[in-house]
């Protein structure tokens, strides 16, 4: 099966395991308690007048004592909270999974189920791509810019995100009302300086080679992979020369560009 470079960047979210239905497993071990997290007056750092320094008397104490996980590039009150909140979850779906009294299709049955499903990779290994023949099928006859926009939209309809990022939220210059808010989006890679700036040439060459492979996994021959990862990424930095960079995003008066239907 081969696939455009364009039907690619559509793709390229539903080029991950997908669970498949299986038998269910043995209960999993107890997680191990979990820290609270909450506010505490010992974050803040009362030598400090706020008047002077707000941000180091609100967070100085949190700061002398914080530490950065080995497996994390940066860490702050933020992550900690992310993190702990994760690791609840994963109790809740561990416990849901050993809960083999559950009512059959009550919610902690199903989640248990749903959460077993995801671990039980020799069934997705056998599965192979067939839980997403359907929508692969429909990707690979994508052959205009309409057929693409249709495209998208059923991706987004199944909660895969293609292409630009579209939004509702209140209207940035008038609160009373909600905006269709729509932003760039349809790069593989963080942003737009790693399509075009020198010192992320072996981060391309890797993604390529990444781009490559999924190609290979989806049924193509080794040549046709490399051509299309290599138009993949053509395509991809011709929509990055097209972006803004990070910094250009957090300007909040050139990023208010209100569009009729029509002139959008």
């Known amino acids: 099966m081969r696939f455009s470079p364009t039907t690619w960047s559509v793709l390229f979210p539903l080029a991950l ?4 239905v299986a038998a269910e497993p043995e209960a999993p071990a107890a997680a191990a308690p979990i820290e609270e997290l909450r506010f505490s007056v010992a974050d803040l750092d009362r030598t400090v007048s706020p008047r002077q320094d707000f941000v180091k008397f609100a967070a100085g104490g949190w700061l002398a004592t914080a530490k950065i996980p080995d497996d994390q590039f940066r860490w702050t009150s933020f992550n900690a909270l992310e993190r702990a909140n994760s690791e609840k979850v994963h109790a809740v779906l561990e416990a849901a999974a050993a809960d083999t009294a559950a009512a059959p299709n ?3 049955r199903r989640a248990g189920l749903f959460y077993a499903m995801a671990l039980d990779t020799a069934a997705i290994e ?7 023949a359907d929508e692969l099928a429909a990707l690979a006859v994508v052959d205009s810019p309409e057929a693409l926009a249709r495209a998208v939209g ?4 199944i909660g895969v995100g293609a292409l630009g990022s579209p939004s509702v939220r209140p209207d940035a210059r008038a609160s009373d009302r909600n905006t269709f808010y729509l932003t760039q989006g349809g790069l593989g890679l963080p942003n737009r300086d790693y399509y075009t700036e020198e010192s992320f040439a072996e981060k391309r060459a890797a993604y390529v080679a990444h781009v490559r492979t999924m190609l290979e996994l989806l049924g193509d021959d080794p040549a046709t992979a490399q051509a299309g990862a290599e138009a993949v990424l053509e395509l991809e930095t011709a929509l990055a020369r097209a972006s803004k960079r990070p910094v250009e995003l957090r300007d909040p008066v050139s990023n208010y560009n209100r569009r009729t239907l029509a002139e959008l």
């Open 17 to 20: 395991p997908f669970a498949a």
């Open 154 to 157: 059923r991706l987004r309809r």
């Open 106 to 108: 009550s919610p902690t």
């Open 126 to 132: 056998a599965a192979g791509l067939a839980p997403i």
